[in-house]
């Protein structure tokens, strides 16, 4: 049987031409590049400790593996498009940068409630 947790570290990365294209709005070539990381750790429970630990490592590692090879591209393509907007558009600039001081407000506060 199998006992303790499994885990899992993997990463990929990825580039796409309109996300080069992104990177350098002026220009026709460049390039925007990411890598992920994942660290899982799972406690196995009945029935899945009687089996062996490497068979349930690999399997959950095709799986997490899978999932960041197909999120990953879709990030990275979200992340270009938004950059071409953030930098075209002022008035889409102004209202990140609105909706970040709110959010670090509202984290200053939750932070303050939770120490008291």
């Not at 796409?16 to 350098?24: D, E, G, L, Q, Y």
């Not at 953030?86 to 909706?99: G, T």
Request: with cysteine.
């Amino acid at each position: 049987g199998t006992s303790g947790p499994l885990t899992h570290q993997g990463s990929s990365s990825s580039a796409s031409p309109a996300a080069a294209a992104a990177a350098h709005p002026r220009s026709t070539s460049g390039s925007i590049t990411g890598t992920g990381t994942v660290k899982v750790w799972c406690e196995v429970v009945p029935p899945f400790h009687l089996m062996p630990k490497h068979v349930l490592e690999s399997s959950c590692n095709v799986v997490i593996s899978g999932l960041v090879k197909s999120l990953l591209p879709w990030f990275m393509r979200q992340l270009a498009s938004d950059y071409q907007k953030w930098a075209a558009d002022e008035n889409y600039r102004a209202e990140r940068r609105q909706r970040t001081v709110v959010k670090q407000q509202q984290h200053r506060l939750h932070q303050q409630s939770a120490l008291q």
